[in-house]
């Protein structure tokens, strides 16, 4: 009898969190269609709220728009794969969890190339650049593709989930760790590790 009681507590427990995981999934896809329509005003009902605190949504906007519609870039990003879910954990009046996303940007600096610069001179600048992505992205994540001057970036990213309520998801991604600081003023330390 009591194997039986166990098995029905572990069925409702693994159902609930399949539920959480569906619904931090269907969330972080909606907040992740929106950055690529660049609705950002509307993607920003998916922010943790916290991140207000540090940086107001006007000075945000300005950024997102500033770096998103420049006409010197282009980027195209996949639709995300989320995957590695931790368990959910409530942390005073607020549930947690933690994941990891994956996309693939492809991005081109439009004009970067003049006819004016040298073939030496290009491939410098190619060399500089995926030098640099390599560092954020690291080595093996990021190719360049000569004909199309597209950089491809493979970019895997932790993402902490927030909510009140377990209903309505809230997202702040790690983009690296200097970062951790200034997430820890409103995401609990233990997250951030």
């Known amino acids: 009898m009591k194997k ?11 159902h609930g969190y399949g539920q959480d995981v569906k619904r931090i999934t269907d969330d972080y896809n909606a907040y992740s269609k929106l950055l690529a329509e660049k609705s950002f005003e509307k993607a920003f009902d998916y922010l943790n709220p916290g991140i207000f605190d540090i940086a107001p949504k006007a000075q945000l906007l300005e ?3 500033q770096t998103l519609n420049n006409p010197a870039i282009t980027l195209e990003v996949s639709n995300p794969e989320v995957s590695e879910f ?20 492809k991005m081109k600096f439009n004009g970067l190339f003049g006819s004016d610069k040298t073939p030496e001179e290009i491939q410098a600048t190619t060399q500089k650049m995926k030098e640099s992505f390599d560092a954020k992205f ?3 994540n ?3 593709d000569e004909k199309t001057q597209f950089f491809q970036i493979k970019a895997t ?9 377990k209903t309505s998801w809230k997202f702040i991604t790690i983009d690296d760790d200097s970062q951790k600081p200034m997430l820890s003023q409103f995401i609990p330390a233990e997250l951030l590790n």
């Open 4 to 14: 039986i009681v166990w098995a029905f507590l572990l069925l409702i427990a693994t």
């Open 142 to 144: 990021v190719s360049y």
């Open 86 to 105: 931790s368990e959910v954990k409530k942390i005073g009046e607020t549930y947690y969890v933690k994941f990891k996303t994956f996309n693939i940007i």
């Open 157 to 165: 990213k932790p993402v902490i989930a927030s909510s009140a309520d």
């Open 138 to 140: 690291g080595a093996g």
């Open 63 to 65: 950024v997102m728009n």
